[in-house]
């Protein structure tokens, strides 16, 4: 996992080490081997080690031109290899335009952190970093190491009160398949495979629209984006019986808001659009799917257990699996000075990606609000799908968005 942030300020990459260090002690995940023996896996946590910190000049590079550099940055690193065997699981480059503004880009393997730890060790780090030069900060809150997560999960999951709901699981998803689209080539082909990017921006009446009738339905950006997604899946396949997966933050318990860790989970959505005559009646439908689905949420493996039929998408030599999820962060630094240094995350990235971070079989949409409008990024694998395609299939979702959010209450057109 690659992320970034422009830094206004003089950095200084000897207490910057010296910071990350502390946040590899601080954070046992980050210095957490997982070894698979013949007949047993486990975790093993190991002491702190020096981090990595590269750092870099980018000298000549106008103002103007300095995010869509940093943008490029990224892109060559997350086109880089990190063995997970090397610890800690964790480093760090530095990349300074000049003696005010450099771009800091962090650097973990997805076996240690998700997309909320992200933003964790880049708090955690900047803290450590302005004590470090003299600043005195409040003390960073306590923590729950991953490990006893774990633990947690085990307990929890193999208790007999959860019986519930691996019944609403087999009930809820009796019969239904993860709907899938066609693919360009057959994954037998064996075409070379990367994870390419195709990212889009949408605009402000159309955010604004959305997060609007998230309000007035007591629901979330997230319910109103995946309930636009599943009419334009409708529309496109003609199927009314929609099934998709999202990646929930797994956390649950507060206790578990400041661990470092891999918890995301999958979750399977299941929304019946039959029936349904305006946009504000899908939103209803799929807020209830998603209330009800995530009050009832299991590891993907067991839900999987319970209805094998479900997976059979992912089987498909000509077709795949794409899954939805919307950005929603704690701790996002917006121009929020720490000390010595004004940070805002790079989260503004338009430009395409041939290659980058793996997504396994298939695609994945993120979506994620910033500001006044919305970044989008469609991740596919380049050996069953055509840059074309994958376009299209962006025009298609961005203009049925438009179309249900800025008018809700109309009829809906096309197959539902």
Known sequence: MVYGWHVRGAVDPDTLREAMDLVVCRHEALRTVVVRGDEDKYQTVLPASPTKLRVVDLPGVAPADRAAAAEDLLIDLEQSDYPVADLPLFQAVLARFDDDESVLVLIAHHTAVDGWSMHLLIRDLTAFYAVLRGHELPDLPELTQYQEYVRWERERFAHERLAPSREYWATQLEGARILALPTDWRKSEGRPKSTAAHRFLVDEEVTAAAIELAKETRGSAFMVMLAAYEVFLSRRTGETDILVTTLASGRGQARFQETVGSFFNFVPLRTDLSGATTFREVVAKVRATCLKAYSHQVPFAQV????????????????????????????????????????????????????????????????????????????????????????????????????????????????R
Do not use: C, H, K
Not at 359 to 377: E, F, K, Y
Not at 385 to 412: H, K, N, Q, Y
């Open 304 to 415: 999987m257990a319970g209805s094998p039929e479900l997976g059979a998408s992912f089987a498909a030599d000509d077709a795949a699996v794409f899954a939805f999820q919307v950005f929603q962060f704690p701790y996002v630094l917006a121009g929020e000075r720490v000390g010595d240094l004004e940070l805002t995350e790079i989260r503004r990235r338009l430009r395409p990606q041939d290659s980058g971070p793996d997504i396994p079989d298939g695609a994945l949409w993120t979506l994620d609000v910033d500001g006044s409008d919305m970044v989008g990024n469609l991740q596919y694998n380049t050996n069953i799908f055509r840059a074309e395609t994958i376009a299209e299939l962006v025009t298609g979702f961005l203009a049925v968005l438009r179309e249900t959010v800025t008018d809700p209450d109309s009829p809906l057109g096309g197959n």
